[in-house]
C-alpha cells in the first residue's frame, strides 16, 4: 500500500494536504499505530475545516472530532478481499467514490476508489477563459499586449492557464475577448499546439466578468470558468467533486486574505476603553475568479449587456438557488498589479509553481 495514504491523529492539516497531493486520491487514512482505521479525511474535509478558523497547523485528530458530528462520523469500509462488484456495489449504495479495505482485525490493507473499479468515469470538462480586460493595473505593460499574453516565466500568463486545463483533463475551452482580441487570437489559433480545441467568444463592447458567458451556447454539465489574469496551482478535479457534493448551482473558490492594522486598536464602550489590541490581523474570504456553474444558472445571464459576477450571484441568491464557496488551500495568485506580476516572475523563477 501507498505509505502516502495514511496519516496519525498528530499528523498536521498541512502534512495531510502534502501526502493527499502526493497520493492523488483526493483523502488520506487515518490509522493507529498498530494499523487500525480511525478514520479518514478527504479534501472536502479539509477545505470545510478552512471555512470553518482552522488552519494548516491544525491536527488531523481535531478533524476526526468535528467529523463526530456531521452525518456519517464513521466511514464506510470493507473487507480486503472482497469481488469487486462487491465494492461497486457498496460504493453506489452509500453514495462514496472512496473505500477503505480492512483486514479481519481492522488493519487498514488498502484503498479502492470508484475510479479504479471504473476507469475513465471523469467527468468530460469544458472550461471558460475570462480574457477581454483592459489590464488597467499594468500600465504600461498592457498598452499594447494584452494581459492574457504577458510573460511569467518563460510562457504567457494564459497559456500556463490552459496546459493547467489540458492537465486536468479539459479538451474544449473557451476564450472570451475584447481587448486587443486579434492578439490573442493570433497567439493561441485553434488551440491544437496546445493539445485542447479552441473557440473565441468576442465581446463587441467590455461585457464585465460574466456577461460574456451569455454569448456561450448551450451547455450540459458543469461549466468551469477562469479568470485569464491569475497563477494558480488549485485542483480543478477536486473544486468540481466539492461543488457536485453540495448540489451548488454555482461555486466561487476563495482565498483567504489577511490584513493586519498597523496600529493598537481601541475598544471602547462610549468614552470608556474595554480593551487596547495591537495590531490585530483579521481574516478575509476574498473572490478567486475561478468558478464552477451549472447550466440551471446559464438563464440569469443577459445576452449582450454588461454584467458582473457579483450580479450572477445574487440574482441566484434571491432565487433561493444554492451558492457555495470553495477556499483554495493551493498557491493563488492574483496577477492585476505591477507588485503582483513581479511576484509572479519571483516564484515561477524558483520553481515554486509548477503550471
Aim: charged fraction near 20%; hydrophobic fraction near 40%.
Amino acid at each position: 500500500m501507498n505509505p502516502k495514504l495514511c496519516v496519525t491523529p498528530r499528523d498536521t492539516i498541512r502534512q495531510a494536504i502534502a501526502y493527499m497531493n502526493e497520493n492523488v486520491k483526493g483523502i488520506v487514512l487515518v490509522v493507529a499505530p498498530d494499523g487500525q482505521l480511525l478514520g479518514t479525511v478527504t479534501d472536502g474535509d479539509l477545505r470545510r475545516a478552512f471555512l470553518n478558523g482552522r488552519n494548516l497547523e491544525t491536527l488531523v485528530s481535531e478533524l476526526l472530532a468535528d467529523k463526530q458530528k456531521s452525518p456519517h462520523p464513521t466511514p464506510v469500509t470493507a473487507k480486503c478481499r472482497s469481488e469487486h462488484s462487491i465494492l461497486l456495489q457498496m460504493m453506489r449504495h452509500h453514495c462514496v467514490n472512496h473505500l477503505p479495505l480492512l483486514d479481519d482485525d481492522g488493519r487498514v490493507v488498502d484503498l479502492v476508489t470508484l475510479k479504479d473499479l471504473i476507469p475513465g468515469r471523469a467527468t468530460p470538462l469544458k472550461a471558460v477563459i475570462m480574457a477581454g480586460g483592459y489590464g488597467m493595473g499594468l500600465r504600461p505593460l498592457t498598452e499594447t499586449v494584452p494581459k492574457p499574453l504577458l510573460l511569467v516565466g518563460d510562457r504567457p500568463l494564459m497559456e500556463r492557464i490552459i496546459q493547467q486545463l489540458h492537465e486536468t483533463g479539459v479538451r474544449h475551452v473557451s476564450i472570451t475577448t475584447y481587448y486587443l482580441a486579434e492578439k490573442i487570437m493570433e497567439y493561441f489559433g485553434d488551440g491544437r499546439d496546445f493539445g485542447v480545441e479552441l473557440s473565441y467568444l468576442n465581446e463587441d463592447s467590455p461585457l464585465g466578468t460574466a456577461g460574456g458567458l451569455g454569448l456561450m451556447p448551450d451547455f450540459k454539465g458543469p461549466l468551469l470558468v477562469v479568470n485569464g489574469d491569475i497563477l494558480t496551482e488549485v485542483n480543478f478535479r477536486a473544486m468540481l467533486a466539492y461543488h457536485e457534493e453540495h448540489q451548488a448551482v454555482l461555486t466561487v473558490a476563495v482565498h483567504k486574505y489577511d490584513i493586519e492594522v498597523p496600529y493598537g486598536v481601541v475598544e471602547s464602550d462610549g468614552p470608556f476603553v474595554r480593551s487596547l489590541v495591537e495590531k490585530p490581523s483579521k481574516s478575509f474570504f476574498v473572490n478567486a475568479g475561478i468558478y464552477f456553474l451549472e447550466p440551471a444558472a446559464r438563464r440569469y445571464i443577459p445576452v449582450g449587456q454588461r454584467f458582473e459576477m457579483t450580479d450572477l450571484i445574487q440574482r441566484l441568491l434571491l432565487e433561493g438557488q444554492p451558492v457555495v464557496n470553495f477556499p483554495i488551500l493551493e498557491s493563488w495568485l492574483d496577477i492585476g498589479r505591477q507588485a503582483a506580476y513581479g511576484r509572479a516572475q519571483e516564484i515561477v523563477g524558483k520553481g515554486e509553481v509548477q503550471t
